[in-house]
């Protein structure tokens, strides 16, 4: 989990920290298992979280919709480990719906919430979602440092282009073999560019909050 310091403080240099990545993964026992039996599993809240899921993972890698569904049900519980279990889920799904609800549960949580779901959804932004995702990272880049170790690389470079439109300073830490893909990336203002799945959400209201 990507680690947020000194949130309130307002810098003009950011430290971007990437190590050597522990990314979510598995070596999928159940690539081999009916879809069917597995839905079973992953939907028997009897069975212990760790054993659900790596039954959910592999049937969020099939794109299977019904995993949506449980993942509603996460989000119900009270148990954190639950609920961050839900987005690391929709995130493997990865399709627009799941996206789109990631947004949606990302814009309902307080700030503490907001700052366990970017790293999560971090881990898993692509190209398409960029616009979004720079609206989010938005409200974090006042912090001293943001460890990106589980971030993709559009996540990163995303970041990057935030802070050179808001005149914020980036130095890269950590990992000596990470080169960031940055050349060349840009992604345009909220006042540029508008899409649906903005309007979707409360992504803008949330950045002009910040």
Request: hydrophobic residues 40%.
């Amino acid at each position: 989990m990507g680690i947020l310091k000194s949130y309130d403080m307002k810098t003009s240099c950011l430290r971007v920290i990437r190590n050597q990545s522990d990314n979510w993964e598995y070596s999928r026992p159940y690539a081999n298992a009916s879809t069917g039996k597995l839905y079973e599993s992953a939907s028997n809240q009897s069975l212990q979280l760790s054993l659900r899921e790596v039954v959910l993972y592999e049937l969020a890698l099939r794109q299977d919709e019904r995993v949506m569904d449980i993942c509603e049900k996460l989000f119900d519980s009270a148990d954190i480990d639950e609920w961050l279990l839900g987005l690391r889920i929709l995130s493997v799904i990865g399709t627009e719906p799941a996206m789109d609800r990631l947004v949606q549960i990302y814009t309902d949580a307080d700030v503490h919430g907001r700052k366990l779901a970017l790293d999560i959804i971090a881990s898993s932004v692509s190209a398409d979602f960029a616009q979004p995702f720079s609206i989010m990272v938005r409200e974090f880049i006042g912090s001293e440092s943001i460890d990106v170790s589980t971030w993709t690389s559009v996540a990163i470079a995303t970041l990057y282009h935030v802070c050179k439109r808001k005149g914020i300073n980036v130095e890269f830490l950590g990992d000596p073999n990470f080169r960031p893909s940055i050349t060349g990336f840009e992604v345009s203002s909220t006042k540029e560019q508008s899409t649906d799945r903005l309007k979707k959400t409360r992504l803008v209201a949330i950045s002009k909050e910040n």
